[in-house]
């Protein structure tokens, strides 16, 4: 009988299908913006579980709550009425500011697969009945089935066979073709482009991120989110926001379209992420507005989703909505979204005053920040043959300390909690300072 291995890189490498191409790292603890690994070594984590751990790590109230929860009542399916989930979508649509309903599953790609259910039910069932008046463009659109979503290049929306097909990246793709129809890809933030797109006939709704996050925190322009909205009234089409990175509090407001365009209103917006602290959860919210139906009765848009069109064993627990709850109170209460803001724009000039020329650009908003490096960085810094430079400095990185998120090829991104402090971040700008420096 073979030896049983006994550290914690061999268990993965015998026993765990190599879906990840995993940094050398074995993380055994955290406390607020800091981890250490199994032989005691710190870092600062500018990643936080790429944007999940939103309130840092082992936060006492969170902690509390899952004790007390854990200990009262952890799963019931969703057959039953549980007070937590009840309270946790109460709170979510407060939060965004409108009438309307939620559906609770487990992740980002699953809060998405309900957003592409709820566009074709509407445009399975919806009447389809455009305001803009052009005869031609309503005939057109009645002659096919309504099932295209418009979505953006560069964008990402998990890795279900859908949100492969719903990502604007080729390298998502490869190997599992064919796509699942009806996605169509626009540039992002080309209002041309997507003015052309929804006059494509069998559009039925828009999905965007108002921030780009996977390609390295990219921003929509508010005049981009006013358009998207303008142009779906105009044709009845659904706006749907991907906020699974950029939302609950990540940008500095609860809804990141909010930093943007506040005055947008969309249909559905999907979460995961930061939504319960590193539980996981996720979520969607759908608009109330009433739509009308083929058969010319009305309908709320956050009801055309009825029993037996869709559903899941995990989501909304009892004990990951307690947990929410309290993360999203601790971020409510302890003026995080005034701390996102305020130390965003401090990382933001920090970053930049380091002046290296291996950094092209610095961009971000609230704590979504982006560090494009210079397109020659393999050059100068001498990168092996074959591997990308952000992933390079990012190993450079963690050898000095800190723990950041590679974007693409030549981008790095900070996802630190959203109750950092000035002091982290200053510290975390001189270790990148220095690390560049050596390069």
Request: net charge negative; aromatic share 6%; hydrophobic share 45%.
């Given at each position: 009988m073979q030896e049983s291995p006994t550290s914690t890189r061999e268990l993965y490498d015998r026993h765990v299908i190599p879906t990840y191409g995993r940094f050398d790292l074995r993380l055994a603890r955290g406390r607020g913006c800091e981890v250490w690994d199994e032989d005691g070594k710190r870092y600062l984590d500018f990643g936080a579980g790429i944007a999940v751990t939103s309130i840092g790590h082992a936060h006492p109230r969170v902690v509390r709550v899952l004790q007390e929860q854990v200990a009262t009542l952890v799963h019931t399916s969703n057959l039953y009425f549980t007070r937590p989930q009840a309270v946790l979508a109460e709170r979510?649509?407060?939060?965004?500011?409108?009438?309307?309903?939620?559906?609770?599953?487990?992740?980002?790609?699953?809060?998405?697969?309900?957003?592409?259910?709820?566009?074709?039910?509407?445009?399975?069932?919806?009447?389809?009945?455009p305001k803009i008046q052009n005869s031609k463009f309503k005939m057109q659109n009645s002659a096919v089935p309504r099932i295209g979503i418009i979505t953006m290049l560069g964008g990402f929306h998990g890795r279900t066979l859908a949100g492969i097909s719903a990502t604007g990246q080729e390298k998502v793709k490869k190997g599992f073709e064919p796509m699942v129809e009806g996605f169509r890809h626009v540039p992002f933030n080309d209002i041309a482009a997507l003015t052309a797109a929804v006059d494509v006939p069998g559009t039925v709704a828009v999905l965007t991120?108002?921030?780009?996050?996977?390609?390295?925190?990219?921003?929509?322009?508010?005049?981009?989110?006013?358009?998207?909205r303008r142009l779906c009234d105009e044709?009845?089409?659904?706006?749907?926001?991907?906020?699974?990175?950029?939302?609950?509090g990540r940008t500095g407001e609860w809804c990141?379209?909010?930093?943007?365009?506040?005055?947008v209103m969309?249909?559905?917006?999907?979460?995961?992420?930061?939504?319960?602290g590193g539980f996981p959860l996720g979520a969607i919210w759908v608009n109330e507005r009433e739509v009308t139906l083929k058969d010319g009765t009305k309908k709320k848009l956050c009801d055309l989703l009825g029993p037996g069109t869709h559903g899941t064993t995990f989501g909304?627990?009892?004990?990951?909505?307690?947990?929410?709850?309290?993360?999203?109170?601790?971020?409510?209460?302890?003026?995080m979204l005034g701390n996102a803001r305020t130390i965003?724009?401090?990382?933001?000039?920090?970053?930049?005053?380091?002046?290296?020329?291996?950094?092209?650009e610095v961009r971000g908003l609230g704590l979504m920040l982006g560090i494009e490096l210079a397109a020659d960085f393999a050059q100068r810094?001498?990168?092996?043959?074959g591997k990308a430079p952000a992933l390079f400095l990012v190993e450079k990185l963690h050898e000095a300390g800190l723990l950041t998120i590679p974007s693409g090829t030549h981008a790095i991104r900070w996802l630190p909690a959203l109750n950092v402090q000035r002091s982290d971040i200053d510290e975390a700008a001189a270790i990148l300072a220095r690390v560049l420096a050596t390069l």
């Open positions: 979510l649509t407060r939060l965004v500011g409108a009438g309307g309903k939620v559906f609770f599953c487990n992740s980002g790609a699953e809060a998405n697969e309900a957003l592409y259910k709820l566009a074709r039910k509407f445009g399975n069932e919806g009447s389809g009945e991120e108002p921030v780009q996050g996977e390609s390295g925190i990219h921003p929509a322009s508010a005049e981009f989110l006013r358009t998207a044709r009845d089409l659904l706006l749907m926001f991907d906020e699974v990175q950029c939302g609950l990141g379209w909010k930093s943007i365009a506040p005055e969309p249909d559905a917006v999907s979460w995961a992420k930061g939504i319960a909304g627990t009892p004990l990951v909505c307690a947990g929410a709850n309290e993360v999203l109170a601790v971020i409510e209460e302890e003026g965003g724009t401090h990382a933001l000039t920090v970053l930049r005053a380091i002046a290296s020329p291996l950094i092209h810094a001498k990168v092996p043959d």
